[in-house]
């Protein structure tokens, strides 16, 4: 469990701060994503970082069993796979992008799902301990 906050407690505040990033700037997002996914150094850098943090996660956190902190190990096995992805296939980042078709109305789902996923794991991380009762 300490392993779950203490992993919890990074990732909450930074969905949150995506979360609210996705909300402030929904007008300027799908402008910045297809910018994005014409550089294909950009896009295998960030595959890079996304492999590291979820190795580093599922190395410390690859639990299965007991409610919430499996939230964790998904989202590490989840940052394992879009890294890969990232780095092996840069070049079909521009076809999903563009056949998703990122607008405001999905900007603002997607932004309030990751402000309140983040709200509940930092809740989780930063709220009462209840795992000794």
């Known amino acids: 469990m300490p392993h779950s906050r ?14 609210v990033a996705m909300l402030i700037n929904r007008d300027l997002f799908p402008k910045m994503a297809n910018e994005l996914v014409q550089n294909h150094g950009m896009i295998v850098g960030s595959g890079i970082l996304m492999l590291l943090a979820g190795v580093a996660i599922v190395r410390v956190h690859n639990v299965w069993t007991g409610g919430w902190p499996v939230i964790i190990t998904v ?34 789902g997607g932004g309030l799902f990751l402000l309140a996923l983040g709200a509940f794991l930092s809740y989780k991380a930063y709220g009462p301990d209840t795992s000794s009762r």
């Open 75 to 108: 989202f590490g096995w989840l940052a394992i796979v879009g890294g890969l992805a990232r780095m092996w296939f840069p070049e079909l980042a521009a076809p999903i992008v563009s056949a998703v078709g990122i607008g405001a109305p999905a900007l603002v």
């Open 6 to 19: 203490l992993i919890a407690g990074l990732i909450g505040p930074l969905l949150i701060a995506m979360g």
